[in-house]
Nanobody, 125 residues
Framework: QVQLVESGGGLVQTGGSLRLSCAASGRTFSNYAMGWFRQAPGKEREFVAAISRSGARTNYADSVKGRFTISRDNAKNTVYLQMNSLKPEDTAVYYC??????????????????WGKGTLVTVSS
């Protein structure tokens, strides 16, 4: 089992920045590709960003490219999501996710075995 705990959410104004963190425990962190997903009120959960086990590969949803950056620190068992130039449409609960295969995270929510409980990001206009 892999346990994931997100932190760093909050209320921010349009154009502001936040950095989300996800601390992992339970298994060898570097054996897992990691990702961030989000779910806005009344909408389905959607992919935001993914990072490979080593951090060499990353992938982003078109809606966040150029604004969000995913990174990881395998020594600290933590993955981050730096969010800049935030927009009201970024308002959502953000979830951290882990899977053995990078493509499992990149291709969407189905098949991703490990999830955190989420952290709320609210962007005011």
């Amino acid at each position: 089992q892999v346990q994931l705990v997100e932190s760093g959410g909050g209320l921010v104004q349009t154009g502001g920045s936040l950095r989300l963190s996800c601390a992992a425990s339970g298994r060898t962190f570097s054996n897992y590709a990691m990702g961030w997903f989000r779910q806005a009120p009344g909408k389905e959960r959607e992919f935001v960003a993914a990072i490979s086990r080593s951090g060499a590969r990353t992938n982003y949803a078109d809606s966040v490219k150029g604004r969000f950056t995913i990174s990881r620190d395998n020594a600290k068992n933590t993955v981050y999501l730096q969010m800049n130039s935030l927009k009201p449409e970024d308002t959502a609960v953000y979830y951290c996710a882990a899977a053995s295969l990078y493509n499992t995270v990149v291709t969407g929510t189905n098949g991703v075995p490990y999830w955190g409980k989420g952290t709320l990001v609210t962007v005011s206009s």
